[in-house]
């Protein structure tokens, strides 16, 4: 019975720790393999010595994630432009809390959490997204209080999220979509021009497995025309299926049933679209058809 209670007890928090891990390593697959790790290691603890377990959890989890991310080499090997891994996220939170997940889970979020060293990262999300307190974030990091301050602060300006964690409204994210979709079907783009801001820019990730663009376009006079040109000849067969990607809503394009893109959006104070990213990886393409329950 003591077994049985233990593994509900990490199944409870099971989606918390793979957003956790997911945000601070921007790869599912990685996640995965982390939270994994935090199970072993929990089957393996003498728990009746354990005060905290969410707190104990925590810990285990954050420093498998930054043991992983400092492990990894730098991204200058990779093929082309680099994206996070796209997840299809629910929760079963409200849609106020829905609201703060797709913020804190956005494309353009996680890409900005790129510049920050590894414990930056582990200590900024776990202030400013899952508001642990410090003493808690101390533990997990093995550093001093007022040392995780600095990092928080230090992350606080380099990611200057304020000007990125931005949701658009439900009717607006759908106009988009439907814009995109008809200059994809039609090659005119002057309605879904009127919903990007200026300095729009777009970028794919192929991985160096398929064909894409090797680099991101900026403007409106570069993207436009690829949008309804080349992306209207490469999609014209596709199948659009319209799903949540990172928290808000996107489009995965299948062929024979086989998702081989998926289409998602950055969006500014005034919801223009301000980054279209569109994800080629086969690998990263791989999980994305399955429900991924975090917090």
């Known amino acids: 019975m003591n077994e049985l209670h233990d593994l509900a007890s990490f199944e409870k928090k099971r989606p918390y720790l793979l957003g956790l891990a997911y945000r601070i390593l921007g790869s599912l697959a990685d996640a995965e393999d982390a939270v994994q790790d935090t199970f072993i290691k929990w089957q393996g603890a003498d728990r009746t010595a354990i005060v905290d377990p ?19 080499h730098t991204r200058v090997d990779y093929v082309g432009a680099w994206l996070p891994e796209p997840i299809h996220a629910v929760t079963e939170a409200t849609p106020e809390s829905d609201l703060e997940l797709a913020s804190s889970l956005s494309t353009a979020f996680l890409l900005l959490l790129e510049r920050l060293t590894p414990k930056e990262r582990a200590a900024y999300l776990l202030h400013e997204i899952f508001s642990r307190p410090y003493p808690e974030i101390a533990a997990a990091l093995g550093m001093q209080e007022a040392a995780c301050r600095k990092l928080v602060s230090r992350a606080r300006t380099s990611v200057g999220e304020d000007r990125m964690r931005h949701v658009a409204s439900r009717e607006r994210q759908e106009e988009l979509l439907a814009a995109f979709r008809s200059a994809v079907a039609t090659g005119v783009t002057e309605p879904l021009a009127a919903l990007l801001s200026d300095d729009i820019a777009l970028t794919a990730d192929g991985g160096g497995k398929v064909t894409t663009i090797e680099r991101a376009l900026s403007g409106k006079p570069e993207v436009l025309p690829f949008v309804a040109e080349r992306l209207r000849n490469w999609w014209s067969s596709y199948e659009w299926q319209l799903v949540r990607i990172n928290g808000a809503l996107g489009a995965l394009l299948l062929e024979n049933g086989q998702i081989v893109a998926a289409l998602s959006f950055a969006f500014d104070a005034e919801g223009r679209a301000t980054g279209i990213f569109i994800m080629r990886n086969p690998d990263k393409l791989a999980r994305l058809s399955a429900e991924v329950f975090l917090s």
């Open 54 to 72: 969410p707190a104990w959890l925590t810990t285990a989890c954050t420093r498998r994630c930054i043991d992983i991310l400092s492990a990894r």
